[in-house]
DNA sequence: TTGTTGGTTCAGTACTTTTTGAAACTTCCT
DNA sequence: AGGAAGTTTCAAAAAGTACTGAACCAACAA
């Protein structure tokens, strides 16, 4: 295989991965591309490489530094922004962790809450309240284990928690 | 509050985050409805109180039980077919991790195998390869971490390894 | 065999999300 | 102030995804 086949294809792959994960397909494209781009790269060559659009190059490049995934380089001298890939992959997945974390699990935290108070008037309201009930504990055991998950480092993570656990 | 508007904020909820994880909105809220649905529910019952069609019932309904999220329920004498939820939050997210993995994750892990094969036939080139090594040992990692997880039980997850943690 | 109940399929439609491209804005230089 | 280089925004269009409803299939009962 071609070093440009083989770009490609991981380019492709991991927009594909991506779609899946609730980061959409040009998103994962470009950090695809920055991940395996050993030099930062200029909104200009992201659009020239994945055959994009301005706007669209702007704001996934927007959105992926919202995620902490991307990082903005200025490089002495230019005007230009050059954008360049987190590419350890642990802090990849932590900060995506974080993300989905706040964007998804507290807020169904605050409706199980919100949900747990309605009135325990009939047998079905008292099954309804225990089923929720169960939901809200097992949810709270994952907000605080994936805390602890995001504290710990890369080298936890590859190393103990993997002898630990066999 | 009152049950009825409970439900309705929970089946509405629940579908929400389904969508943001690649469970559409209608299976995740066929999911939600069976979750807090004490008696097993047939097709009719879940079209009439969701508003949807027969077909999308019955499409999301098999998707579900593909997922192991959902069983059906043979009631003797009906003809009908019934539908169950997996209540135990453990198993359903162990099912979801086990789907997601073969649906992703070893996809993945066969395209790096692939691309690990350019050949290293300039700088750039070994660059490449570098970080492709990186991200398939982290992936690989992240498979077999996933598979004892998966294999561990409840009880693991929500006595022992809190602790272990902490 | 015919009618009834229930399950499945899928082409067309409706809805949602993403992308484009052009205009507006910002910064800096002359 | 005017202009060049770059970034941001957003309405409209395109692409992608989900849903409907009607036709079809299967099992059973009369």
Redesign the pocket.
Known sequence: MTLKEGKEKFIQSWGALG?SW??????A?IHALLLISPEAL???EI?EEL????????????ALIDWGLVYKELKPG?????FVAEKDMWEVVKNIIIQRKKRELEPMLRVLDEISSVDPDSEEAEEFIEIIREIKLFSNKADSTLDTLVKSDSNWFVGTFMKMIK
Chains 1, 2 share one sequence.
């Open positions: 779609s609730g980061i959409n397909r040009t998103m494209q200029s909104a200009e659009m055959q994009i659009s301005r706007g669209n190059a702007n704001m996934n490049i927007r230019e005007r230009k922004e050059f």
